[in-house]
């Protein structure tokens, strides 16, 4: 989740001639982690060496080395004859503390390096099975049975061989709920549910009749300057989980992503150019087009007895739905979409607020405008009180910038209020911004002369990175004086 490729950073240098498998297997460290590593690379200098294979293949210290580049630090290689596998399990698996999903995805790389490498030696022993080998790294040795089996495997980086099979079987029939357990959205065990259920719905279809969506299908997404690319179709196209913590909408729905306002800040420019999601959105955060994600509405049942954000889906969070850029016939893509399945309730949220007058309006919907500084405010207001509808109209002031005074708030039905969480861009940190204490109370009470509900996001709470509040001294007087 680095602003810089590691692919990028190899060219300078020659030393390392490639990543091994067991390299990439191993999860990247979380932002955070990542912002103090490189603080103490440019501060103290590489502590620990980065560790290649004789052949010069990177095995351990992606993030150092990546952590030098941007720090101009001179890097240390050391070369190991030892098991890759082996030095990425000691050097992380074994020390790091990792999800269990983490450890699982480490584990089937590995078995799926095994198993390639016992057909070579059977069949290079025409057919016979070689005898057992043994390596050690450090603290950690293993006898390497071949071919090894998934409990071996899975002692190894700990977790027990169900556990494997629960991660091939969301790889196989669940690369939706995979991608929301890699960003940590969902636990494995959630992820094994949906994809059991889906494998389940495969064996009891009827033989010789196809499957509704195959994986190995391919489809294309489209930029807006038409630019096709083909990537690989899920089983299914459904609504993404969102986490408990998302407590206003429990499902996601991407049909198109990317964005033009070019905001710093911006989370979802983040998630959209990280390594890790390369196959899900091969333009980056150029605006895309996904057509085939329109079955998503008719495809997810709304929850029986849903009430709240159980039944509501945010619509394009990865976007921005109504930006000047996105073609119209697009946006009515969507909203047809969203017509075939009217049980849910549909939330929007745009800075181009102009462009919810001149669609057809949804009877369930969150109509959404974004303010981050004062310029904002006379347009969004102006925008907002275009059209007429009895669903909810919404502000967002996140993040919160500077102070907001509003001329008439009668329209709105909500205020959210937010700070700015940090992020890694393509071309660098961003750090996380708090609004002043003073500027969200302004604001909370603006709200309630309105008479309009306001919500203030955990982010300006006790999680990070919260507001500043006033921490003023006791004010002086006379009698203290003397």
């Known amino acids: ?49 980065i560790i290649l294979t004789k052949e010069g293949l990177l095995i351990d210290g992606r993030n150092r080395l990546i952590a030098c580049f941007v720090g101009k630090v001179e890097p240390r290689f050391k070369r190991v004859a030892t098991d890759p596998w082996q030095v990425a399990l000691a050097e992380n698996i074994a020390r790091r503390h990792l999800s269990t999903f983490a450890k699982a995805a480490f584990g089937d790389a590995w078995r799926e390096s095994e198993e390639a490498l016992a057909k070579l030696r059977q069949e290079e022993h025409a057919g016979t099975a070689p005898g057992k080998s043994k390596n050690t790294y450090g603290s ?55 994809a059991r259920k889906r494998k389940k719905e495969k064996a009891s279809r009827p033989t010789g009749k196809p499957t509704p969506v195959s994986q190995s299908e391919t489809v294309f997404v489209i930029t807006v300057e038409g630019k096709q690319t083909s990537i690989a179709k899920p089983n299914t196209v459904r609504f993404n989980a969102t986490t408990n913590a998302v407590d206003w909408a429990a499902w996601t729905w991407n049909p198109i992503t990317g964005c033009e306002h070019g905001c710093k800040f911006c989370y979802a420019r983040e998630i959209a150019n990280s390594e890790r999601m390369k196959a899900f959105y091969p333009n980056g955060f150029e605006p895309t087009f996904h057509e085939y994600r329109l079955d998503a509405p008719k495809n997810t049942r ?27 016939p697009w946006i009515k893509s969507v909203f047809d979409a969203c017509l075939t399945a009217p049980e849910w309730e549909y939330l929007f949220l745009t800075k181009w607020p102009a462009r919810y007058s001149q669609m057809p309006l949804l009877e369930k919907a969150w109509y959404g405008a974004s303010v981050i500084q004062q310029s904002d405010v006379a347009r969004v207001e102006k925008a907002m009180q275009q059209f007429d509808t009895d669903c909810t109209k919404w502000i967002s002031l996140e993040p919160m910038l500077q102070p907001i005074v509003f001329n008439d708030l009668s329209w709105c039905n909500l205020v959210v209020i937010g700070s700015q969480t940090s992020t890694t861009q393509p071309d660098g940190y961003v750090p996380s911004f708090a609004p002043e204490f003073d500027w969200i109370v302004d604001v909370v009470n603006q709200c309630r002369d309105a008479g309009v509900p306001y919500y203030l996001k955990a982010n300006l709470g006790l999680e990070s990175p919260g507001m500043n509040l006033p921490k003023s001294m006791p004010r002086v007087t006379n009698a203290v004086l003397h």
């Open 1 to 49: 989740m680095h602003a810089v490729n590691i692919l990028d950073v190899l060219k300078y240098y020659p030393e390392v001639t490639g990543i091994h498998d067991a390299c990439l297997a191993v999860p990247e460290i979380a932002e955070d982690d990542f912002e103090s590593l490189s603080k103490s690379i440019s501060s103290d200098g590489l502590r620990h060496e």
């Open 140 to 194: 950690v040795t293993i006898s390497v049975p071949a071919p090894t089996t998934r409990d071996i495997i899975g002692k190894r980086v700990g977790v027990s061989g169900s556990t494997m099979d629960k991660f091939r079987d969301v790889k196989e029939y669940a690369p939706d709920a995979m991608l929301e357990a890699m960003s940590g959205k969902l636990t494995l065990e959630a992820a094994s549910r949906v």
């Open 302 to 328: 709304v929850p029986v007895g849903a009430t709240g954000r159980d039944g509501r889906v945010f619509v394009c969070s990865m976007a921005d739905l109504f930006g000047k850029w996105v073609p119209k």
